[in-house]
């Protein structure tokens, strides 16, 4: 890489910076599946601001309080990306900028918080996203069918590795 000054605003996409930044949001996902795992959604605390960014996105974020919250059980990836939507975040994401660390990388949320990550289930926002969208569902028990989820996908993982070592220990 060059030695001059760097310019974000008019860089090109290097391939190599991109694969990093996939790299950390799978990481990312990975890491939060398996708090899901091991701590009941309404006792997992994300960050020293837990409550301020609960507060602020539910403030913030109404309709995210109506018909079940299925705004939140659900996301909707075109109201995400719509001009409305987008400005909002953009508002809210900013409050945070000198608050949480990395709060613009990317992250990988679940779409529908009652399935577990996956191809279909999967998008891409901001860690200060992530974090109020997560914060909510928690608060309002909407992990909870993921942490029974989890919790089952870890046992039969442990399962598994119980038979392969049986087998590998008879043969």
Partial sequence: MSTQRFDPNNAQNLVEVDKLFAVKAVEHAQT???LLEKVPPRALKLTK???EIYEHTMSTFP?????????LVKLDEDWLKSEIGKKKWREF???????VKD??????????????YGETNTIFVTRIQFYAIEIARNRLGLNDGAHEIAKADAEKERLKKERVAKKNATS
């Fill in 32 to 34: 939060y599946w398996n």
């Fill in 49 to 51: 601001l837990d409550d």
């Fill in 63 to 71: 309709e995210f309080n109506e018909d079940d919250h299925i705004q």
């Fill in 93 to 99: 994401c900013q409050v945070y900028e000198k608050k």
């Fill in 103 to 116: 709060y613009n990388f990317g992250s990988l949320i679940r779409t529908d918080a009652r399935q577990e």
